[in-house]
């Protein structure tokens, strides 16, 4: 007879988004689109990340990441939002914490304001629309440095 223990279970994989201590990689979840930050945020906590907050547009962002601080170990910040937009939220939150690891979330065809942030010191970058496989890697290739 074939015990329980004998087959593998795909279900006790470790979570991707456990440090190696195995606390949750807290997330900040910047975009004005209710929809992407939802659809980040199950992709990130089906995962085991913990996302820690969420703000809609980069004023929001900058006053949150403040508030988290030094409890946010990563960013994902759209780049068109109402208010204040994700590259100059990206700049505030660099003159704030020059460590901070920003990830920008961009539509297809904004390639030019991407190279701008990453140039401005944003660690990657996520085209939308969202690919799950496509969102870890970025994110876990910058906090798994």
Request: glycine share 6%; proline share 5%; hydrophobic share 45%.
């Amino acid at each position: 007879m074939i015990a329980k223990s004998d087959m593998p279970n795909l279900n006790d994989k470790k979570p991707e988004g456990l440090k190696p201590e195995g606390t949750p990689y807290r997330v900040l979840i910047v975009d004005d689109s209710m929809f992407i930050a939802k659809q980040l945020g199950q992709i990130l906590t089906s995962e085991g990340f913990d996302v820690v907050g969420t703000a809609s547009d980069g004023m929001q962002g900058i006053e949150k990441y403040k508030e988290l601080f030094p409890a946010v170990d990563l960013v994902t910040m759209d780049i068109t939002m109402p208010q204040m937009d994700g590259v100059s939220a990206l700049e505030k939150i660099l003159e704030f914490d020059k460590n901070a690891a920003v990830v920008m979330v961009s539509a297809l065809g904004k390639e030019d304001v991407v190279k701008k942030c990453l140039l401005m010191g944003a660690k990657s970058y996520i085209v939308k629309p969202l690919d799950r496989k496509k969102v870890l890697e970025r994110i876990l290739s910058i906090l798994k440095k």
